[in-house]
């Protein structure tokens, strides 16, 4: 784990426990959500797995009018898109101000209520603290609490433990693993010379940005390239850099946005080019791919190699040596 500590809130009753959308009931399994920001606003995305009547969007609607947030239903893609409300957005972005900490891209619905995870550098525990403290104190419809702080589990992220936890199976989510090679002249121009690092590294947000916010944990002490770099533990080589880039608002839009893909997400740059790891839940697994492919065929792709390395379910994780996240 690259942070190895972390925060977990629980929004209660926040979503609805029992929509009915076809044979599926919303808040009836437990599920992911991907969280994102376009053009300053917070939204989560999911998958659901028809096309939703107009009865059912309704209801969504109604129970979003409760809870002073907004649903819009993609038809075509089936997805929901729901607005964060404000307070809760201006807490991410609080958080996501501080160097060296996150809100994870992912949160976990179950049964109506909401799991956040805020994952952070230890030296960072008093400013996190702060920052929760103000969020939960604060007027809103629905009840928040903090449920946890402390170390990461060795192995995985805290979500995905805490969802293994509730009995889900591991061989819900599929683990996809995909390479992208470039040229070392490549990696000199392209993205301000970041991929010239070795070291894993994780988005800090999933923005429509052009302006990229990265956390690495380098192999070296000196960073290469032309982008704004932070020191958050110089012992660890943990940094946080600012890098003009299309890397991660290109993955929103043609995988978050429109397919509602990934779950969790973790890179490992090495001298050749770039290892992504993906966890996704097995019912989006296609459209996952669809979306990759898609982000692949851009113009600006055509000078590299993309391809797959590795799909399969989390059944065996255990034999997983470690997770880049």
């Known amino acids: 784990m690259i942070l190895r500590k972390c925060a977990v809130l629980k929004l209660h009753d926040v979503n609805p426990k029992f929509v009915n959308i076809g044979d599926m009931k919303i808040g009836e ?23 939703m009547t107009e009865i059912e969007k309704r209801s969504l609607q109604e129970f979003s009018k409760k809870m002073g947030m907004t649903y819009d239903v993609t038809v075509l893609a089936n997805i929901i898109r729901m607005e964060i409300p404000e307070i809760q957005g201006e807490f991410y972005d609080s958080i996501n101000s501080i ?19 805020i994952e952070f550098e ?12 103000d969020f939960i104190n604060q007027y809103s419809p629905y009840k928040r609490s903090i449920i ?3 170390p990461q589990p060795d192995k995985v992220p805290y979500l995905l433990n ?19 090679e470039f040229k070392e002249e490549e990696t000199i121009k392209e993205n301000e010379g970041i991929f010239q690092n070795q070291g894993e590294f ?23 390239g032309g982008s704004k770099i932070d020191i958050v533990n110089e012992e660890e080589h943990i940094i946080e850099m600012k890098v003009k880039s299309h890397f991660f608002s290109e993955f ?17 740059c090495d001298k050749k080019g770039l290892t992504s790891y993906y966890i996704v839940e097995s019912l989006t697994q296609q459209i996952f ?35 880049p996240y």
Not at 204 to 209: A, H, L, S
Not at 296 to 321: M, Q, T, V
Request: charged share 30%; aromatic share 12%; glycine share 6%.
């Open 252 to 268: 929103y839009y043609n995988v978050i946005k429109e397919y509602c893909g990934a779950v969790f997400s973790g890179y490992h």
């Open 162 to 180: 805490l969802y293994l936890s509730l009995g889900n199976s591991p061989r819900d989510l599929t683990l996809i693993k995909s390479r992208w």
């Open 289 to 323: 791919l669809h979306g990759l492919q898609k982000e692949w065929s851009l113009e600006r792709r055509h000078h590299h190699l993309n391809y797959l390395l590795e799909i399969g379910d989390l059944g065996s994780y255990n034999e997983i040596p470690r997770f």
């Open 122 to 133: 230890e030296n960072r525990t008093d400013k996190i603290s702060d920052k929760m403290l």
């Open 202 to 224: 994780i988005p800090k947000k999933i923005v429509d940005d052009e302006i990229d916010e990265l956390i690495w944990r380098m192999d070296s002490r000196e960073p290469l």
């Open 148 to 150: 946890y702080i402390g």
């Open 29 to 51: 399994k437990d599920h992911f959500h991907t969280i994102a920001r376009e053009k300053g606003k917070w939204y989560f995305y999911r998958q659901v797995e028809q096309q």
């Open 99 to 117: 160097t060296g900490c996150r809100v994870s891209p992912v949160s976990l619905q179950s049964k109506g209520d909401v799991y956040l995870c």
